[in-house]
């Protein structure tokens, strides 16, 4: 899948360009960088259902359009869905890196 970024910061973060305190600890920084790196691999979203380690879901309420997967126990990688026409192929946009159990 091709990702693309809707936060500066985790983009950066990505790519290893983050300057100044970082916002998120060496631990989570690595397991949300193998995160991503699963998530450019998997062909489709069908194909992240299949991944259990991942907790793929589709979330609820105000988030109803956006969906999630586990980097670790305390964090979600919140995402969106869209479909590239011409190539049909999916394109995760990440919104934000949360920690759910605050």
Known sequence: MIIK???L????????ETKGKPKYNDK???KFRKTLKILQ???DTKSLWTLNGLGFERLKGDK?????V???YHYRLIFKIEQ???NIREILII????NHYQ
């Open 5 to 7: 970024f809707n936060n």
């Open 64 to 68: 109803k359009e956006l969906f999630s």
């Open 41 to 43: 691999h998997v062909p």
């Open 70 to 72: 586990r980097v670790d």
């Open 95 to 98: 919104n934000e890196l949360t």
């Open 9 to 16: 910061y985790l983009e950066a973060l990505a790519q290893d």
């Open 28 to 30: 989570v920084v690595y």
């Open 84 to 86: 590239d026409v011409i």
